[in-house]
């Protein structure tokens, strides 16, 4: 099984930016589909953005699409989500997850401990 640990969160006004990064270990990184869900207090966690193993083809949720960016640095072992125009709603706590599915399922695979994303208004 992969281990998966995040970073990168943190508070930050609406209109701003963060990038989360998720370093994994324990198994060959390329073998792995890659993705970033969140959970907002209340709610059920949703998908967030995936990336195929090579890194060449992604996949956005409609809520994020222009604003977030998937990538992968297969050399460093480590998935990026670079985050802009952060709103509000994009307040939760962010998980990455690795999978030899794609398209990725929700329910399998590795998970990171999560790290919290707090957008002020």
């Known amino acids: 099984q992969v281990q998966l640990v995040e970073s990168g969160g943190g508070l930050v006004q609406a209109g701003g930016s963060l990038r989360l990064s998720c370093v994994a270990s324990?198994?060959?990184?390329?073998?792995?589909?890659m993705g970033w869900f969140r959970q907002a207090p209340g709610k059920e966690r949703e998908f967030v953005a995936s990336?195929?193993?090579?890194?060449?083809?992604?996949y956005y949720a409609d809520s994020v699409k222009g604003r977030f960016t998937i990538s992968r640095d297969n050399a460093k072992n480590t998935v990026y989500l670079q985050m802009n125009s952060l709103k509000p709603e994009d307040t939760a706590v962010y998980y990455c997850?690795?999978?030899?599915?794609?398209?990725?399922?929700?329910?399998?695979?590795?998970w990171g401990q999560g790290t919290q994303v707090t957008v002020s208004s």
């Open positions: 990336i195929i193993y090579s890194g060449r083809s992604t």
């Open positions: 997850n690795a999978q030899t599915f794609y398209p990725i399922r929700p329910d399998v695979g590795s």
């Open positions: 324990g198994r060959t990184f390329s073998n792995y589909a």
